[in-house]
C-alpha cells in the first residue's frame, strides 16, 4: 500500500559524483521524515541523510558526519520526493543505498505509522 522506489545508483570512479532519487507512493496521509540510509555488507545499516518534516513544511535536514561537506539532500516540491547528491565520492562511499519514508498510511479501514523501505540501489566507488 506504501511504495518506496530508488534509482540513480552505479559505477563512478573515486572523486566523481553521483545523484541517487527516491520516490514514495500509495495510501499515504502524512510524511514525517524521507531520507537515506546505506549499508554495507556484514555491516550495519547507517544515516546517510534524512530530512524531517515540520508543520510549515520546510523541515529540517540531518546528515552523517561523512556526508556533511560532500553530500545534499534536495526535498522535491512535494514531501514524496528526495534526491540525494553525492559529490567527491570516496571508495568507502561504495555501499547499498537505501530510501526511507517514515509515514502515515491508510489501509483497510486502519491508519498507521510506520517506516518503509526501498529495495536498494547499489553505488560503488572505484578506478
Known amino acids: 500500500h506504501v511504495q518506496v522506489v530508488e534509482s540513480g545508483g552505479g559505477l563512478v570512479q573515486p572523486g566523481g559524483s553521483l545523484r541517487l532519487s527516491c520516490a514514495a507512493s500509495?495510501?499515504?496521509?502524512?510524511?514525517?521524515?524521507l531520507g537515506w540510509y546505506r549499508q554495507v555488507s556484514g555491516k550495519e545499516r547507517e544515516l546517510v541523510a534524512t530530512?524531517?518534516?515540520?508543520?510549515?513544511?520546510?523541515?529540517?535536514?540531518n546528515y552523517a558526519e561523512f556526508a556533511k561537506g560532500r553530500f545534499s539532500l534536495i526535498r522535491g516540491n512535494n514531501r514524496r520526493t528526495v534526491e540525494l547528491q553525492m559529490n567527491s565520492l570516496l571508495p568507502e562511499d561504495t555501499a547499498v543505498y537505501f530510501c526511507?519514508?517514515?509515514?502515515?498510511?491508510?489501509?483497510?479501514?486502519?491508519?498507521?505509522?510506520?517506516?518503509?523501505w526501498g529495495q536498494g540501489t547499489q553505488v560503488t566507488v572505484s578506478s
Open positions: 530530512n524531517t518534516y515540520t508543520q510549515d513544511s520546510s523541515g529540517t535536514t
Open positions: 526511507m519514508a517514515d509515514v502515515t498510511s491508510h489501509s483497510g479501514g486502519l491508519y498507521q505509522r510506520e517506516d518503509f
Open positions: 500509495g495510501s499515504i496521509i502524512n510524511i514525517y521524515s
